[in-house]
């Protein structure tokens, strides 16, 4: 490409062939041995666009054997050096490029243009991962700047950019010291009292760092430096309450959550590229309140909660911050109570209760927590309420209570949930003896299959006992509840015929097939069964025995009960009007 532009260029400048001939070797075969020629003349800015394009030709030739041509020709155009094209064709040869650029840079020191050098030495380092040999450049970089070689404008936002996506890469692996050393070196290219958005959101920036690093002191004066010139930004007054609430200074919590909650309803406050619909300025009371209580600041929590509930349009967003809080304070306040009452029966019926509600708020906690640690140290926390719950329910059983526990089932339900997504050794013995519990209700069962499928616990084939134990219970009564069958008969069969797994062993297949007769026997005694079930065993029934058929399982896929429920089912409902087109075709 490089070439074709010189030979356009040729014939408009006719004086300066035999200069562009001297430097070139003769085609088609270059002439290693050529020379340059470096004539003493004046350079026009044509000359040097000339000299310019046979560098990166040399470049793009045979860069080994004609770098020191490529930077002769280059001390040719000293005059109006550029660097872009170079660039590239740096960075698709860093390897050999490399020593070449610096080369480069210190032989055009003097240039307006060099700082797009410096500009790509450091981002090569980086790439590199060369990071403390880039400090050492931009540190020369700054040393040059305050020494009067300043950057120009432009060239300085670029390096600022490269600095911040360092510092923010750093932050989000949790290197804040590594973060913080990135964010300063940006700002000490500020000159003195200079201050505008960027530099208020770098300074909060660094105030995050100092944050994570407990420098809280270093971070305040960091937040104040953003304050002078952005005092009404959301984000420069969640940072200042972080760090009152931090210090433990309530008084100055609160006079920040007002700040907060004044920034709240000022738009202009508010960074656009930042504050979207699931992080909008309300979100920043729920995590004040939030961040309130995990320290200890109920009170600031409560005026956050209340500033929440007169500014928030989303009622679910209100709700569930005012859920957060009454959990918290459940799990805080109850444990401590409850060992505060003396040993009498009364008494001893509400420390079970405040146990109880501890255990759910911890089980709740843990349900929506985001890390696997966290959640371990909820559930197992919930799991000590719940036994604290069974001792003081042994000793009222002692004292010669015999009535009916109301707590009971969700104790019981509580800690199966526990163990099992705990994956704790005690949850065996503990089904088995639920297993030969006479009064069992099915819903109990059927809520002992979810837990035993809900994240993390992963349980099926305890999953199907109790929803087997389930059908069985329905078929058992009077009435079947035909809703209710329905919907445990299908996770039963989901359960134990998925989808990616049609072409079952033969006895998992009997099982299944057994399954399917009694849904039969229900569909045949009752006009109520819900249709959108029925249609659904028929495609269940219809793609299993296609798979096997396609598995050359001729006897497994057309079963005399499938025979039979086909018949039922087209000759008693739907007379043959369910289309092929929905169940397939076999």
């Known amino acids: 490409m490089c070439v074709q532009r010189c030979k356009d260029l040729l014939p408009r400048l006719p ?33 040097a666009k000339v000299l310019r394009l046979l560098a990166n030709t040399y470049l793009d030739w045979d860069w080994p054997w004609y770098q020191d041509k490529a930077l002769k020709t280059l001390n040719l155009a000293k005059e109006a050096p550029r660097f872009s094209y170079l660039h590239m064709c740096l960075l698709a040869r860093d390897s ?28 090569l380092l980086l790439q590199r991962k060369e990071d403390q040999l880039a400090k050492k450049k931009v540190e020369d970089i700054l040393t040059a700047h305050h020494a009067g070689k300043e950057l120009p404008p432009q060239i300085l936002s670029w390096l600022h950019t490269i600095l911040w996506d360092r510092a923010a890469q750093n932050f989000e692996a949790q290197n804040y010291f590594e973060a913080l050393q990135w964010y ?31 420098q809280l002191e270093k971070a305040n004066a960091a937040v104040k430096e953003a304050e002078r010139f952005d005092a009404a930004n959301i984000f420069t007054q969640f940072i200042i309450f972080k760090i009152a609430v931090l210090r433990d200074n309530t008084e100055e919590a609160l006079t920040a959550v007002d700040a907060l909650e004044k ?22 009371l729920t995590f004040a309140a939030q961040f309130a209580l995990e320290n200890g600041q109920q009170d600031v929590a409560r005026r956050a909660l209340e500033y929440l509930s007169q500014h928030s349009q989303d009622l679910q967003q209100v709700l569930t911050a005012l859920k957060v809080f009454i959990i918290h304070l459940c799990s805080t306040y109850f444990p401590q109570l409850s060992q505060l009452c003396p040993s009498e029966k009364t008494v001893l019926t509400s420390q079970k209760a405040c146990l109880l509600m501890v ?4 089980l709740e906690l843990g349900r929506s927590a985001s ?64 297993w030969e519990l006479p009064q069992l209700e099915t819903k109990i069962l059927e809520t002992i299959a979810s837990v035993a499928m809900e994240h993390p616990a992963h349980y099926p084939d305890i999953a199907k006992k109790a929803l087997r134990k389930a059908l069985s219970l329905y078929l058992q009564g009077e009435s079947i509840d035909v809703a209710k069958f329905s919907k445990c008969l299908h996770s039963f069969i989901n359960l134990s015929l998925p989808d990616e797994a049609l072409s079952t062993d033969v006895c998992s297949l009997q099982d299944i097939w057994s399954t399917f007769e009694v849904a039969l026997r229900v569909i045949s005694h009752s006009v109520k069964y819900p249709q959108v079930e029925i249609l659904w065993l028929m495609t269940k029934a219809w793609n299993t025995g296609v798979s096997q058929y396609k598995e050359g399982m001729y006897i497994r896929a057309c079963p005399p009960m499938k025979n039979r429920a086909a018949r039922t089912w087209n000759e008693e409902r739907y007379s043959g009007a369910v289309s092929r087109s929905v169940l397939g075709s076999s």
């Open 371 to 434: 890390e696997a640690s966290q959640q371990t140290e909820l559930l197992s926390r919930a799991l000590e309420h719940i036994q604290g719950c069974k001792e003081i329910s042994n000793v009222l059983k002692l004292a010669g209570d015999g009535s009916k526990d109301p707590t009971e089932n969700l104790l019981l339900l509580y800690e199966i949930e526990a163990r099992a997504k705990l994956h704790d050794a005690g949850l065996t013995s503990l089904l088995e003896s639920v």
């Open 359 to 362: 255990a759910a708020a911890d």
């Open 184 to 214: 300063n070196y940006s700002l000490n290219f500020y000159p003195s009292g200079q201050m505008d958005a960027d530099f208020a959101k770098l300074q909060r920036n660094r105030a995050s760092c100092y944050i994570h690093l407990k």
């Open 96 to 123: 050999v490029g490399f020593d070449f650029l610096k080369t480069v840079c210190d032989r055009f020191e003097s240039s307006a243009d060099v700082g797009k050098g410096f500009l790509l030495h450091v981002k």
């Open 263 to 284: 920034s709240v309803g000022n738009s202009a406050a508010q960074e656009k590229e930042m504050v979207k619909e699931e992080n909008s300025s309300t979100a920043f």
């Open 15 to 47: 004086r300066v062939v035999s200069v562009f001939k001297a430097g070139c070797p003769s085609p088609p075969k270059p002439c290693r041995k050529g020379s340059l020629l470096l004539p003493d003349f004046h350079l026009d800015p044509d000359l």
